[in-house]
């Protein structure tokens, strides 16, 4: 089974940065998905950023321009740089996979990732 432990959030202010780490076991990058989902208090879970398994990476519209999602094969973490946060970036982050060979990167179907970290907070003041 796959293991995800997220890591690096934080509070910000607003125009801040910060690098969320995604160390996983159990999951092979480039031959699987993942992706990023956030979550506020009383709202939805939405996804964020996902890569898929040539790499290619996908962003919801919001964040598009700020966010940078990546891995690292080698280590087996996948990493997400926040770059000029804003308040309304506030919620709980979490990692998910999907480890099947012939996973797409979807952002719009949070159930296709099997696997999911616990979350780490960001904060973003104004």
């Known amino acids: 089974q796959g293991r995800v432990v997220e890591s690096g959030g934080g509070s910000v202010q607003a125009g801040g940065s910060l690098r969320l780490s995604c160390a996983a076991s159990g999951v092979t990058y480039r031959a699987n998905c993942m992706a990023w989902f956030r979550q506020a208090p009383g709202k939805e879970r939405e996804g964020v950023a996902a890569i898929g398994r040539d790499d290619n990476t996908y962003y919801a519209d919001s964040v598009k321009g700020r966010f940078t999602i990546s891995r690292d094969n080698d280590k087996n973490t996948l990493y997400l740089q926040m770059n000029g946060l804003k308040p309304e970036d506030t919620a709980m982050y979490y990692c998910?996979?999907?480890?099947?060979?012939?996973?797409?990167?979807?952002?719009?179907?949070?159930?296709?990732?099997?696997?999911w970290g616990q979350g780490t907070q960001v904060t973003v003041s104004s």
């Open positions: 998910a996979a999907d480890l099947g060979r012939w996973c797409r990167p979807y952002l719009s179907y949070d159930y296709v990732y099997g696997y």
